[in-house]
Protein backbone atom coordinates (compact mmCIF):
# COMPACT_ATOMS: atom_id res chain seq x y z
CA UNK A 1 0.00 0.00 0.00
CA UNK A 2 1.42 3.51 -0.90
CA UNK A 3 2.54 6.13 1.97
CA UNK A 4 -0.75 8.00 2.56
CA UNK A 5 -0.29 11.64 3.78
CA UNK A 6 -1.47 12.43 7.65
CA UNK A 7 -4.76 13.50 6.53
CA UNK A 8 -5.70 10.52 4.68
CA UNK A 9 -4.72 7.87 7.55
CA UNK A 10 -6.68 9.86 9.71
CA UNK A 11 -9.96 9.75 7.25
CA UNK A 12 -9.24 6.15 7.21
CA UNK A 13 -8.87 6.04 10.69
CA UNK A 14 -12.17 7.47 10.89
CA UNK A 15 -13.76 5.25 8.37
CA UNK A 16 -12.89 1.76 9.75
CA UNK A 17 -14.09 2.98 13.27
CA UNK A 18 -17.52 4.15 12.01
CA UNK A 19 -17.59 0.45 10.45
CA UNK A 20 -16.61 -1.27 13.54
CA UNK A 21 -18.80 1.17 15.38
CA UNK A 22 -21.88 0.00 13.49
CA UNK A 23 -21.51 -3.52 14.08
CA UNK A 24 -20.92 -3.35 17.67
CA UNK A 25 -23.61 -0.79 18.39
CA UNK A 26 -25.86 -4.12 16.94
CA UNK A 27 -23.98 -6.65 19.62
CA UNK A 28 -26.20 -4.75 22.32
CA UNK A 29 -28.92 -2.55 20.60
CA UNK A 30 -30.71 -5.63 20.15
CA UNK A 31 -30.70 -6.03 24.23
CA UNK A 32 -32.93 -2.63 25.26
CA UNK A 33 -35.83 -4.56 22.70
CA UNK A 34 -35.66 -8.18 24.16
CA UNK A 35 -38.92 -7.45 26.27
CA UNK A 36 -40.55 -6.00 23.60
CA UNK A 37 -39.16 -9.24 21.63
CA UNK A 38 -40.64 -11.45 24.55
CA UNK A 39 -43.94 -9.92 24.78
CA UNK A 40 -44.45 -9.14 20.32
CA UNK A 41 -43.21 -12.41 18.90
CA UNK A 42 -43.90 -14.81 22.55
CA UNK A 43 -40.24 -15.16 22.21
CA UNK A 44 -38.70 -17.47 25.51
CA UNK A 45 -35.60 -16.70 27.45
CA UNK A 46 -34.24 -19.13 25.04
CA UNK A 47 -35.39 -17.36 22.20
CA UNK A 48 -33.60 -14.14 23.22
CA UNK A 49 -30.27 -15.91 23.46
CA UNK A 50 -30.42 -17.14 20.03
CA UNK A 51 -31.56 -14.07 18.96
CA UNK A 52 -28.28 -12.34 20.61
CA UNK A 53 -25.86 -15.21 20.65
CA UNK A 54 -26.88 -16.13 16.42
CA UNK A 55 -25.17 -12.82 15.50
CA UNK A 56 -22.26 -13.88 18.07
CA UNK A 57 -22.28 -17.37 16.70
CA UNK A 58 -22.17 -16.61 12.90
CA UNK A 59 -19.33 -13.69 13.64
CA UNK A 60 -16.97 -16.02 16.01
CA UNK A 61 -16.98 -18.74 13.22
CA UNK A 62 -16.28 -16.85 10.14
CA UNK A 63 -13.96 -13.99 11.70
CA UNK A 64 -11.18 -16.31 10.76
CA UNK A 65 -12.20 -17.05 7.45
CA UNK A 66 -12.97 -13.52 6.53
CA UNK A 67 -9.15 -12.23 7.76
CA UNK A 68 -6.87 -14.36 5.88
CA UNK A 69 -9.58 -14.06 2.78
CA UNK A 70 -9.38 -10.21 3.00
CA UNK A 71 -5.48 -10.62 3.47
CA UNK A 72 -5.28 -12.73 0.27
CA UNK A 73 -7.87 -11.16 -2.15
CA UNK A 74 -7.89 -7.58 -0.76
CA UNK A 75 -8.94 -5.58 2.51
CA UNK A 76 -11.02 -3.40 0.63
CA UNK A 77 -12.95 -5.29 -1.35
CA UNK A 78 -13.89 -7.42 1.76
CA UNK A 79 -15.07 -4.21 3.82
CA UNK A 80 -17.12 -3.11 1.09
CA UNK A 81 -18.79 -6.20 0.86
CA UNK A 82 -19.21 -6.55 4.35
CA UNK A 83 -20.84 -3.70 4.55
CA UNK A 84 -23.06 -3.64 1.53
CA UNK A 85 -24.70 -7.01 3.39
CA UNK A 86 -25.08 -5.84 6.45
CA UNK A 87 -26.85 -3.00 5.47
CA UNK A 88 -29.32 -4.88 3.20
CA UNK A 89 -29.31 -7.85 6.59
CA UNK A 90 -30.49 -5.11 8.95
CA UNK A 91 -33.72 -3.68 6.86
CA UNK A 92 -34.54 -7.71 6.72
CA UNK A 93 -34.36 -7.78 10.34
CA UNK A 94 -36.97 -5.09 10.76
CA UNK A 95 -39.52 -6.94 9.06
CA UNK A 96 -38.79 -10.21 10.47
CA UNK A 97 -42.35 -11.82 12.07
CA UNK A 98 -41.21 -14.59 14.36
CA UNK A 99 -38.40 -15.47 16.81
CA UNK A 100 -37.06 -17.78 14.44
CA UNK A 101 -37.01 -15.95 10.88
CA UNK A 102 -34.89 -13.38 13.00
CA UNK A 103 -32.62 -15.75 14.61
CA UNK A 104 -31.94 -16.45 10.69
CA UNK A 105 -31.48 -12.89 9.64
CA UNK A 106 -29.31 -12.51 13.15
CA UNK A 107 -26.45 -15.48 11.63
CA UNK A 108 -26.76 -13.82 8.25
CA UNK A 109 -25.62 -10.15 9.80
CA UNK A 110 -22.86 -12.27 11.66
CA UNK A 111 -21.64 -13.29 8.67
CA UNK A 112 -21.69 -10.12 7.38
CA UNK A 113 -19.66 -8.23 10.56
CA UNK A 114 -17.32 -10.91 10.16
CA UNK A 115 -16.19 -9.89 6.75
CA UNK A 116 -15.60 -6.11 8.19
CA UNK A 117 -14.25 -6.38 11.72
CA UNK A 118 -10.87 -8.21 11.52
CA UNK A 119 -10.49 -6.07 8.34
CA UNK A 120 -11.27 -2.68 10.39
CA UNK A 121 -7.28 -3.41 12.41
CA UNK A 122 -5.53 -4.85 9.73
CA UNK A 123 -6.64 -1.78 7.48
CA UNK A 124 -5.27 0.13 10.76
CA UNK A 125 -1.86 -1.42 10.76
CA UNK A 126 -1.23 -1.14 7.13
CA UNK A 127 -2.06 2.54 7.43
CA UNK A 128 -0.43 2.81 10.57
CA UNK A 129 3.16 0.55 10.78
CA UNK A 130 4.95 2.70 12.79
CA UNK A 131 4.10 1.01 16.44
CA UNK A 132 3.83 4.24 18.50
CA UNK A 133 1.22 5.85 15.90
CA UNK A 134 -0.44 2.07 16.11
CA UNK A 135 -0.83 2.07 19.30
CA UNK A 136 -2.98 5.21 19.46
CA UNK A 137 -5.33 4.54 16.62
CA UNK A 138 -6.07 1.25 17.89
CA UNK A 139 -6.38 3.00 21.30
CA UNK A 140 -9.23 5.30 19.47
CA UNK A 141 -10.21 2.10 17.58
CA UNK A 142 -10.79 0.35 21.15
CA UNK A 143 -12.61 3.14 22.52
CA UNK A 144 -14.79 3.65 19.38
CA UNK A 145 -16.00 0.08 19.50
CA UNK A 146 -16.22 -0.44 22.84
CA UNK A 147 -18.57 2.77 22.92
CA UNK A 148 -20.63 1.05 19.75
CA UNK A 149 -20.97 -1.70 22.32
CA UNK A 150 -22.32 -0.05 25.32
CA UNK A 151 -24.45 3.08 23.37
CA UNK A 152 -25.87 0.50 21.41
CA UNK A 153 -28.97 0.62 24.89
CA UNK A 154 -28.85 4.11 25.00
CA UNK A 155 -29.78 4.35 20.92
CA UNK A 156 -32.44 1.23 21.43
CA UNK A 157 -34.27 2.96 23.95
CA UNK A 158 -34.11 6.27 22.09
CA UNK A 159 -35.67 4.44 19.29
CA UNK A 160 -38.18 2.10 21.47
CA UNK A 161 -39.60 5.62 23.01
CA UNK A 162 -41.21 6.68 20.07
CA UNK A 163 -41.11 3.92 17.24
CA UNK A 164 -41.07 -0.46 17.51
CA UNK A 165 -39.05 -3.05 18.16
CA UNK A 166 -38.14 -3.00 13.94
CA UNK A 167 -36.35 0.60 14.58
CA UNK A 168 -33.12 -1.44 16.04
CA UNK A 169 -32.62 -2.52 12.75
CA UNK A 170 -33.52 -0.03 10.62
CA UNK A 171 -31.30 2.47 12.27
CA UNK A 172 -28.77 0.25 11.60
CA UNK A 173 -29.57 0.90 7.75
CA UNK A 174 -28.00 4.64 7.38
CA UNK A 175 -24.89 4.10 9.91
CA UNK A 176 -23.50 1.74 7.91
CA UNK A 177 -24.41 3.31 4.39
CA UNK A 178 -22.10 6.27 5.33
CA UNK A 179 -19.20 3.63 6.32
CA UNK A 180 -19.72 2.10 3.09
CA UNK A 181 -19.74 5.74 1.05
CA UNK A 182 -16.15 6.74 3.26
CA UNK A 183 -14.42 3.60 2.93
CA UNK A 184 -15.38 3.91 -1.06
CA UNK A 185 -13.85 7.08 -0.71
CA UNK A 186 -11.01 6.99 1.38
CA UNK A 187 -9.43 3.32 1.95
CA UNK A 188 -7.28 2.32 -0.34
CA UNK A 189 -6.66 -1.07 -1.42
CA UNK A 190 -3.89 -3.07 0.25
CA UNK A 191 -3.75 -7.07 0.15
CA UNK A 192 -0.76 -9.33 0.43
CA UNK A 193 -1.55 -12.22 -2.08
CA UNK A 194 2.03 -13.95 -1.65
CA UNK A 195 2.21 -14.04 1.92
CA UNK A 196 -1.45 -14.54 2.93
CA UNK A 197 -1.70 -17.69 0.33
CA UNK A 198 -5.19 -19.55 0.81
CA UNK A 199 -5.28 -22.01 2.99
CA UNK A 200 -8.58 -23.89 2.49
CA UNK A 201 -7.92 -26.92 5.06
CA UNK A 202 -7.44 -24.18 7.83
CA UNK A 203 -10.23 -22.32 6.85
CA UNK A 204 -13.12 -24.73 7.02
CA UNK A 205 -11.55 -26.25 10.13
CA UNK A 206 -11.33 -23.41 11.94
CA UNK A 207 -14.34 -22.38 11.48
CA UNK A 208 -16.13 -25.20 12.05
CA UNK A 209 -13.72 -26.14 15.82
CA UNK A 210 -15.33 -22.25 16.40
CA UNK A 211 -18.93 -23.10 15.41
CA UNK A 212 -18.98 -26.14 17.04
CA UNK A 213 -18.06 -24.96 20.53
CA UNK A 214 -19.94 -22.37 20.52
CA UNK A 215 -23.15 -23.60 19.51
CA UNK A 216 -22.47 -26.52 21.86
CA UNK A 217 -22.33 -24.37 24.68
CA UNK A 218 -25.46 -22.37 23.73
CA UNK A 219 -27.22 -25.48 23.69
CA UNK A 220 -26.21 -27.22 26.74
CA UNK A 221 -28.05 -25.60 28.71
CA UNK A 222 -31.06 -26.97 27.49
CA UNK A 223 -30.07 -30.42 26.48
CA UNK A 224 -27.97 -31.15 29.96
CA UNK A 225 -23.99 -30.75 30.10
CA UNK A 226 -23.99 -34.22 30.45
CA UNK A 227 -26.05 -35.38 27.42
CA UNK A 228 -24.57 -37.45 24.63
CA UNK A 229 -25.09 -34.25 22.45
CA UNK A 230 -23.49 -32.17 24.41
CA UNK A 231 -20.48 -34.38 24.77
CA UNK A 232 -20.02 -35.20 21.06
CA UNK A 233 -20.39 -31.63 20.55
CA UNK A 234 -17.14 -30.74 22.83
CA UNK A 235 -15.61 -34.09 21.43
CA UNK A 236 -15.79 -33.03 17.74
CA UNK A 237 -14.89 -29.30 18.66
CA UNK A 238 -11.58 -30.70 20.24
CA UNK A 239 -11.26 -32.84 17.13
CA UNK A 240 -11.20 -29.83 14.45
CA UNK A 241 -9.15 -27.83 16.87
CA UNK A 242 -6.24 -30.68 17.05
CA UNK A 243 -6.98 -30.98 13.20
CA UNK A 244 -6.45 -27.18 12.71
CA UNK A 245 -3.06 -27.44 14.46
CA UNK A 246 -2.13 -30.60 12.69
CA UNK A 247 -2.96 -29.13 9.16
CA UNK A 248 -1.39 -25.70 10.32
CA UNK A 249 1.81 -27.24 11.33
CA UNK A 250 2.47 -29.07 8.07
CA UNK A 251 1.54 -26.39 5.63
CA UNK A 252 4.58 -23.86 4.53
CA UNK A 253 1.72 -20.80 4.39
CA UNK A 254 -0.19 -21.38 7.12
CA UNK A 255 -3.44 -19.35 8.12
CA UNK A 256 -1.55 -18.55 10.91
CA UNK A 257 1.38 -19.99 12.46
CA UNK A 258 -0.01 -21.67 15.92
CA UNK A 259 3.33 -21.77 17.21
CA UNK A 260 2.28 -17.93 17.69
CA UNK A 261 0.57 -19.05 20.93
CA UNK A 262 3.75 -19.81 22.74
CA UNK A 263 4.53 -16.41 22.95
CA UNK A 264 2.14 -14.37 25.80
CA UNK A 265 1.72 -11.02 24.20
CA UNK A 266 -0.34 -13.12 21.77
CA UNK A 267 -1.84 -16.19 23.66
CA UNK A 268 -3.00 -14.74 27.00
CA UNK A 269 -3.94 -11.22 25.55
CA UNK A 270 -6.28 -12.99 23.45
CA UNK A 271 -7.70 -14.92 26.45
CA UNK A 272 -7.56 -11.66 28.41
CA UNK A 273 -9.81 -10.06 25.45
CA UNK A 274 -12.35 -12.97 25.45
CA UNK A 275 -13.07 -12.52 29.39
CA UNK A 276 -13.63 -8.89 28.88
CA UNK A 277 -16.02 -9.05 26.70
CA UNK A 278 -17.67 -12.46 28.55
CA UNK A 279 -18.21 -10.29 31.02
CA UNK A 280 -19.83 -7.26 28.98
CA UNK A 281 -21.79 -8.96 27.02
CA UNK A 282 -22.95 -11.24 30.06
CA UNK A 283 -24.01 -8.07 32.17
CA UNK A 284 -25.64 -5.96 29.05
CA UNK A 285 -27.43 -8.62 28.98
CA UNK A 286 -28.88 -9.14 32.34
CA UNK A 287 -28.46 -5.56 33.40
CA UNK A 288 -31.10 -4.79 30.94
CA UNK A 289 -33.34 -7.44 31.91
CA UNK A 290 -32.97 -5.83 35.62
CA UNK A 291 -34.03 -2.61 34.83
CA UNK A 292 -36.96 -3.17 33.16
CA UNK A 293 -38.51 -5.79 34.75
CA UNK A 294 -37.35 -4.75 37.93
CA UNK A 295 -37.24 -1.75 38.18
CA UNK A 296 -39.85 -1.17 35.76
CA UNK A 297 -37.84 1.74 33.94
CA UNK A 298 -39.05 2.54 30.07
CA UNK A 299 -36.44 1.50 26.69
CA UNK A 300 -35.25 4.86 27.04
CA UNK A 301 -34.60 5.21 30.65
CA UNK A 302 -32.86 1.97 30.54
CA UNK A 303 -30.71 3.06 27.97
CA UNK A 304 -29.45 5.97 29.45
CA UNK A 305 -28.55 4.48 32.79
CA UNK A 306 -26.56 1.90 30.89
CA UNK A 307 -24.82 5.12 29.27
CA UNK A 308 -22.01 5.61 32.01
CA UNK A 309 -19.93 2.22 30.93
CA UNK A 310 -19.88 3.10 27.13
CA UNK A 311 -18.20 6.62 28.23
CA UNK A 312 -15.76 4.65 30.51
CA UNK A 313 -15.13 2.29 27.83
CA UNK A 314 -13.72 4.66 25.70
CA UNK A 315 -12.01 6.55 28.85
CA UNK A 316 -10.41 3.27 29.86
CA UNK A 317 -9.59 2.04 26.02
CA UNK A 318 -7.53 5.48 25.77
CA UNK A 319 -5.86 5.49 29.16
CA UNK A 320 -4.90 1.69 28.82
CA UNK A 321 -2.80 1.96 25.57
CA UNK A 322 -0.92 5.23 26.96
CA UNK A 323 -0.31 3.49 30.16
CA UNK A 324 0.66 0.39 28.80
CA UNK A 325 3.46 2.32 27.15
CA UNK A 326 4.57 3.16 30.67
CA UNK A 327 4.15 0.34 33.02
CA UNK A 328 3.66 -2.29 30.54
CA UNK A 329 0.53 -4.85 29.25
CA UNK A 330 0.79 -6.66 31.87
CA UNK A 331 -0.01 -4.33 34.86
CA UNK A 332 -2.38 -2.76 32.90
CA UNK A 333 -4.44 -5.63 31.35
CA UNK A 334 -4.30 -7.35 34.95
CA UNK A 335 -5.62 -4.35 36.83
CA UNK A 336 -8.69 -4.03 34.02
CA UNK A 337 -9.55 -7.96 34.62
CA UNK A 338 -9.20 -7.31 38.42
CA UNK A 339 -11.83 -4.14 38.14
CA UNK A 340 -14.42 -6.21 35.81
CA UNK A 341 -14.31 -9.17 38.24
CA UNK A 342 -14.87 -6.17 41.85
CA UNK A 343 -17.92 -4.69 39.76
CA UNK A 344 -19.31 -7.94 39.41
CA UNK A 345 -18.73 -8.81 43.10
CA UNK A 346 -20.32 -5.75 44.18
CA UNK A 347 -23.58 -6.04 41.82
CA UNK A 348 -23.62 -9.34 43.50
CA UNK A 349 -23.49 -7.93 47.12
CA UNK A 350 -26.23 -5.46 46.12
CA UNK A 351 -29.99 -5.28 47.16
CA UNK A 352 -33.02 -5.94 44.92
CA UNK A 353 -33.91 -1.70 44.52
CA UNK A 354 -30.14 -0.55 44.92
CA UNK A 355 -29.80 3.33 44.74
CA UNK A 356 -28.81 4.62 41.19
CA UNK A 357 -25.56 6.02 42.10
CA UNK A 358 -24.18 2.86 43.25
CA UNK A 359 -25.53 1.06 40.38
CA UNK A 360 -23.50 4.19 38.15
CA UNK A 361 -20.31 2.92 40.40
CA UNK A 362 -20.61 -0.44 39.28
CA UNK A 363 -20.81 0.43 35.90
CA UNK A 364 -17.77 2.74 36.33
CA UNK A 365 -15.76 -0.12 37.75
CA UNK A 366 -16.98 -2.40 34.62
CA UNK A 367 -16.54 -0.09 31.84
CA UNK A 368 -13.24 1.04 32.77
CA UNK A 369 -11.85 -2.29 33.32
CA UNK A 370 -12.74 -3.07 30.14
CA UNK A 371 -11.03 -0.25 28.28
CA UNK A 372 -7.58 -1.30 29.97
CA UNK A 373 -8.07 -5.02 29.30
CA UNK A 374 -9.12 -5.18 25.76
CA UNK A 375 -7.18 -1.95 24.43
CA UNK A 376 -3.36 -2.53 25.59
CA UNK A 377 -4.16 -6.57 24.82
CA UNK A 378 -5.70 -5.93 20.89
CA UNK A 379 -1.74 -3.46 20.84
CA UNK A 380 -0.37 -6.71 22.44
CA UNK A 381 -2.01 -9.34 19.33
CA UNK A 382 -1.13 -6.83 16.60
CA UNK A 383 2.49 -6.15 17.82
CA UNK A 384 3.80 -10.25 17.39
CA UNK A 385 2.55 -9.98 13.78
CA UNK A 386 3.76 -8.92 10.47
CA UNK A 387 1.63 -6.75 8.11
CA UNK A 388 0.90 -9.39 5.68
CA UNK A 389 -0.83 -11.60 8.26
CA UNK A 390 -2.96 -8.28 9.85
CA UNK A 391 -6.19 -9.52 8.87
CA UNK A 392 -5.73 -13.23 10.59
CA UNK A 393 -3.97 -11.13 13.83
CA UNK A 394 -7.17 -9.12 13.96
CA UNK A 395 -9.23 -12.15 13.44
CA UNK A 396 -8.09 -13.88 16.17
CA UNK A 397 -8.19 -10.50 18.28
CA UNK A 398 -12.00 -10.59 17.09
CA UNK A 399 -12.78 -14.24 17.41
CA UNK A 400 -12.25 -13.62 20.99
CA UNK A 401 -13.96 -10.84 21.20
CA UNK A 402 -17.14 -12.42 19.90
CA UNK A 403 -16.35 -15.85 21.72
CA UNK A 404 -16.23 -14.29 24.75
CA UNK A 405 -19.51 -11.92 24.49
CA UNK A 406 -20.99 -15.36 22.98
CA UNK A 407 -20.07 -17.25 26.31
CA UNK A 408 -20.80 -14.35 28.33
CA UNK A 409 -23.87 -14.09 27.11
CA UNK A 410 -24.28 -18.31 26.81
CA UNK A 411 -22.95 -19.37 30.44
CA UNK A 412 -24.67 -16.13 32.23
CA UNK A 413 -27.69 -16.33 30.81
CA UNK A 414 -28.13 -20.11 31.10
CA UNK A 415 -27.05 -19.97 34.82
CA UNK A 416 -29.64 -17.13 35.41
CA UNK A 417 -32.28 -19.46 33.28
CA UNK A 418 -31.71 -22.36 35.33
CA UNK A 419 -31.68 -21.05 39.05
CA UNK A 420 -34.91 -18.59 37.87
CA UNK A 421 -36.84 -21.54 36.87
CA UNK A 422 -35.92 -23.60 39.31
CA UNK A 423 -36.94 -21.14 42.43
CA UNK A 424 -40.04 -19.96 40.44
CA UNK A 425 -40.99 -23.12 40.29
CA UNK A 426 -40.64 -23.69 44.28
CA UNK A 427 -43.09 -20.45 44.80
CA UNK A 428 -46.67 -19.76 44.52
CA UNK A 429 -46.48 -20.48 41.04
CA UNK A 430 -46.64 -24.10 41.43
CA UNK A 431 -50.37 -23.59 42.35
CA UNK A 432 -51.34 -22.32 38.81
CA UNK A 433 -52.14 -24.15 36.21
CA UNK A 434 -49.05 -26.06 34.33
CA UNK A 435 -48.93 -24.69 30.95
CA UNK A 436 -48.93 -20.86 33.12
CA UNK A 437 -46.31 -21.96 35.42
CA UNK A 438 -43.86 -23.40 32.85
CA UNK A 439 -44.63 -19.72 30.36
CA UNK A 440 -43.34 -18.26 33.51
CA UNK A 441 -40.25 -20.12 34.46
CA UNK A 442 -39.53 -19.79 30.60
CA UNK A 443 -40.01 -15.74 30.42
CA UNK A 444 -39.81 -13.34 33.01
CA UNK A 445 -41.80 -11.04 30.54
CA UNK A 446 -44.81 -14.01 30.82
CA UNK A 447 -44.59 -14.08 34.80
CA UNK A 448 -44.91 -10.85 35.47
CA UNK A 449 -47.83 -10.63 32.97
CA UNK A 450 -49.63 -13.41 34.98
CA UNK A 451 -49.09 -11.67 38.46
CA UNK A 452 -50.41 -8.43 37.00
CA UNK A 453 -53.69 -9.92 35.34
CA UNK A 454 -54.12 -11.71 38.14
CA UNK A 455 -53.64 -8.77 40.65
CA UNK A 456 -51.24 -10.86 42.90
CA UNK A 457 -48.49 -9.02 44.84
CA UNK A 458 -47.24 -12.98 45.97
CA UNK A 459 -46.58 -13.62 42.77
CA UNK A 460 -45.08 -10.70 41.61
CA UNK A 461 -42.56 -10.72 45.05
CA UNK A 462 -42.03 -14.69 43.65
CA UNK A 463 -40.62 -13.44 40.26
CA UNK A 464 -38.58 -10.41 41.58
CA UNK A 465 -37.13 -12.93 44.42
CA UNK A 466 -36.22 -15.55 42.05
CA UNK A 467 -34.97 -13.10 39.09
CA UNK A 468 -32.55 -11.30 41.91
CA UNK A 469 -31.40 -14.21 43.29
CA UNK A 470 -30.41 -15.53 39.91
CA UNK A 471 -28.95 -12.35 38.60
CA UNK A 472 -26.70 -12.70 41.88
CA UNK A 473 -25.47 -16.42 41.50
CA UNK A 474 -25.06 -15.27 37.43
CA UNK A 475 -22.99 -11.74 38.82
CA UNK A 476 -21.36 -14.25 41.04
CA UNK A 477 -19.90 -16.58 38.15
CA UNK A 478 -19.17 -13.39 36.48
CA UNK A 479 -16.52 -12.07 38.95
CA UNK A 480 -15.26 -15.46 39.84
CA UNK A 481 -14.03 -15.61 36.19
CA UNK A 482 -12.68 -12.30 36.02
CA UNK A 483 -10.51 -12.55 39.55
CA UNK A 484 -9.11 -16.11 37.75
CA UNK A 485 -8.46 -14.20 34.47
CA UNK A 486 -6.86 -11.52 36.42
CA UNK A 487 -4.21 -14.27 38.09
CA UNK A 488 -3.49 -15.62 34.98
CA UNK A 489 -2.61 -12.69 33.48
CA UNK A 490 -0.32 -11.58 35.78
CA UNK A 491 1.23 -14.12 35.67
CA UNK A 492 1.54 -14.80 31.77
CA UNK A 493 2.03 -11.40 30.11
CA UNK A 494 4.80 -9.92 28.88
CA UNK A 495 5.47 -6.74 30.97
CA UNK A 496 6.59 -3.81 29.19
CA UNK A 497 7.88 -3.74 24.89
CA UNK A 498 11.19 -5.01 24.79
CA UNK A 499 13.82 -2.21 23.69
CA UNK A 500 13.94 -4.10 20.13
CA UNK A 501 10.37 -4.42 19.90
CA UNK A 502 8.86 -7.85 18.84
CA UNK A 503 10.91 -9.69 16.16
CA UNK A 504 8.00 -10.87 14.22
CA UNK A 505 6.64 -6.85 14.09
CA UNK A 506 9.76 -6.84 11.36
CA UNK A 507 10.14 -7.71 7.54
CA UNK A 508 13.97 -7.04 7.48
CA UNK A 509 16.46 -8.71 9.36
CA UNK A 510 17.06 -7.84 13.05
CA UNK A 511 21.04 -8.00 12.92
CA UNK A 512 22.02 -6.15 10.00
CA UNK A 513 23.13 -7.45 7.23
CA UNK A 514 22.87 -6.16 3.78
CA UNK A 515 23.04 -9.80 2.00
CA UNK A 516 20.50 -11.54 4.25
CA UNK A 517 16.80 -11.26 3.64
CA UNK A 518 14.05 -10.81 5.14
CA UNK A 519 12.65 -13.89 7.19
CA UNK A 520 9.25 -15.66 6.07
CA UNK A 521 5.97 -15.07 9.06
CA UNK A 522 6.54 -18.27 10.12
CA UNK A 523 10.33 -18.47 10.86
CA UNK A 524 10.13 -14.97 12.66
CA UNK A 525 7.51 -16.07 15.05
CA UNK A 526 9.09 -19.17 15.36
CA UNK A 527 12.06 -17.87 16.39
CA UNK A 528 10.75 -15.00 18.35
CA UNK A 529 11.46 -16.64 22.34
CA UNK A 530 15.04 -16.23 21.23
CA UNK A 531 15.03 -12.71 19.01
CA UNK A 532 13.26 -10.98 21.80
CA UNK A 533 11.97 -11.87 24.91
CA UNK A 534 8.63 -10.71 25.11
CA UNK A 535 8.98 -10.21 29.46
CA UNK A 536 12.24 -8.09 28.90
CA UNK A 537 12.40 -4.53 30.49
CA UNK A 538 13.77 -2.11 28.84
CA UNK A 539 17.21 -1.32 29.66
CA UNK A 540 18.76 2.14 31.65
CA UNK A 541 17.62 4.92 29.77
CA UNK A 542 15.74 3.04 26.87
CA UNK A 543 12.20 3.53 26.81
CA UNK A 544 9.66 0.77 25.16
CA UNK A 545 9.93 0.32 20.94
CA UNK A 546 6.74 1.84 19.06
Not at 217 to 234: D, K
Not at 280 to 295: A, C, D, K, N, S
Not at 320 to 325: E, S
Not at 356 to 364: C, D, E, N, S, T
Request: aromatic fraction near 8%.
Amino acid sequence: MPALTPRRRLLVLATVCLAAFAINLDTTIVNVALPDLSRQLDATTRDLQWIVDGYNLAFAALVLTAGSLGDRFGRRPALLLGLAGFAATSALGAAAGSPAALVAVRFVMGACAAAIFPTTLSVITNTFPDRRSRAKAVGVWGAVTGLGVAVGPVAGGLLLAHFGWPSVFLALVPVTLVALVAAWAWVPESSSPASARLDVPGLVTSSAAVGVLVYTIIEAPSRGWGAPATVAGFAAAVALTAAFIVIERGRAHPMIDVTLFRTPAFSAASGSVTLAFFALFGFIFLVTQYFQFIRGYGTLSTGVRVLPVALTIAVGSLGGVALATRVGTRAVVTAGLALLGTSFAWIAASSTFAPYPQVVGQMVLLGLGLGLTTAPATESILSVLPPAKAGVGSAVNDATREAGGTLGVAVLGSVFTSLYASRLADGPFAGLPSRTADAAESSVASALGTAASLGRGDLLAAVQTSFMDAFHLACLVGAGVCLIGAVVARLALPGRAPAAGPAVVRTHPVVPDPVRTAPTAAAASRSLPTRAAPDAEPGPGRGPAH
